[in-house]
């Protein structure tokens, strides 16, 4: 592909991305404000409307894929826009659900910095944190549970099923932390319940919505796994090569926290000198310096944990387009669905 093909392909990534952060941005700042004050002032810093001190700020809540991908469903599976209108409360309701995981990932994970500032943990305390999460979740159920749509009480069953296999994810996550040996077959299912899951999710709420029969609902949730998982590849490769200045998070941040994310295990298990020498690394005492963290990069990249990530993030993505096209038999019906999944899919190129 062309630089200038791609240029114009993320550009409609971007422009879709900015209509569904558009689209829903009112009711989720709506359902936010019905919030406890207490709970109000850290959904609204993290979220970026305010910063630490209850002052508005110019920032956003993220890139809102996930609604974006709600409601690209809609359309996708009606082939119309109205669809899609109806789908914002489920939309926000993802996109809730999704930061509430985020709140808990960072103090999980001890992150210390979300897009480009600091974490709602390190301002307002772990604890805080933990309930605004928790307190976001509730707004996610309350949202579908209001909601006069004929969809939504599925919608709602879905969207709890969900959760749980995200909490079995990250279970799974932090268990691998504390094992010597994980195997890459784990670890694959371990991202695809993290991470597809909720994006097959996002799908499927979006095919329910627009009216979709089981199969196709079914379907769209194989193609938003398939597509999660890519996701996670890319996300992973940027956790270990990603410029801060985009991530808003310190170089080699996964390295440094010795987690055992896709392209580590890959290389983990490939039996090889860099293999042993990324094992050491990942065993030895101490945070690692600045010389460790580029030998442990540079391990990962020898061991071939580089390039079969980049590879199976293709292939996942291939997967992802063969269900789509049973839901969505003529993909040019598609056309939002498959912008996301290659913009996902050429973050870290």
């Known amino acids: 592909m062309d630089t200038f093909t791609q240029h114009r392909e993320g550009r409609e990534a971007a422009d879709l991305l900015e209509r569904s952060r558009t689209a829903v941005d009112p009711v989720l700042r709506g359902a936010v404000r019905s919030l406890p004050e207490s709970m109000r002032r850290i959904a ?7 910063d630490a001190d209850g002052l508005p700020t110019s920032g956003h809540a993220g890139k809102a894929i996930r609604p974006a991908l709600v409601l690209a469903a809609a359309r996708a599976v009606s082939g119309r826009t109205d669809s899609a209108e109806q789908a914002v409360r489920p939309a926000a309701a993802v996109e809730l659900v999704h930061n509430f995981t985020l709140l808990h990932d960072d103090v999980i994970d001890h992150d210390r910095t979300r897009r480009h500032r600091p974490t709602a943990w390190t301002v307002f305390g772990v604890a805080n944190a933990i309930l605004a999460g928790d307190a976001l979740h509730a707004l996610a159920v309350r949202i579908l549970a209001q909601d006069a749509h004929p969809a939504a009480t599925e919608a709602a069953g879905r969207l709890s099923a969900c959760v749980l296999e995200l909490c079995d994810g990250q279970y799974a996550d932090c268990a691998f932390e504390h094992r010597p040996e994980v195997t890459l077959e784990e670890c694959l299912s371990m991202a695809e319940a993290k991470t597809g899951a909720l994006l097959g999710c996002a799908c499927a709420l979006g095919a329910l919505y627009a009216g979709a029969e089981p199969a196709a609902v079914k379907a769209m949730d194989a193609f938003g ?66 010389i460790a963290l580029r030998r442990a990069a540079e391990a990962v990249e020898a061991a071939g944990g580089r390039d079969w990530a980049q590879s199976e993030a293709c292939v996942r993505m291939a997967a992802a387009i063969d269900h789509l096209a049973r839901a969505v038999p003529d993909l040019g019906e598609a056309g939002d669905l498959l912008s996301l999944a290659e913009f996902v899919t050429r973050r870290s190129r």
């Open 44 to 50: 609204a810093y993290h979220f970026g409307w305010q």
């Open 225 to 290: 796994r398939a597509a999660g998982l890519a996701f996670q590849l890319i996300d992973d490769l940027i956790g270990i090569w990603g410029d801060p200045a985009t991530t808003g998070k310190p170089a080699g941040a996964d390295l440094v926290a010795r987690k055992k994310s896709l392209p580590v295990v890959a290389a983990l298990t490939s039996d090889s000198p860099a293999a042993a020498e990324l094992a050491a690394l990942y065993a030895a005492e101490g945070p690692l310096d600045d």
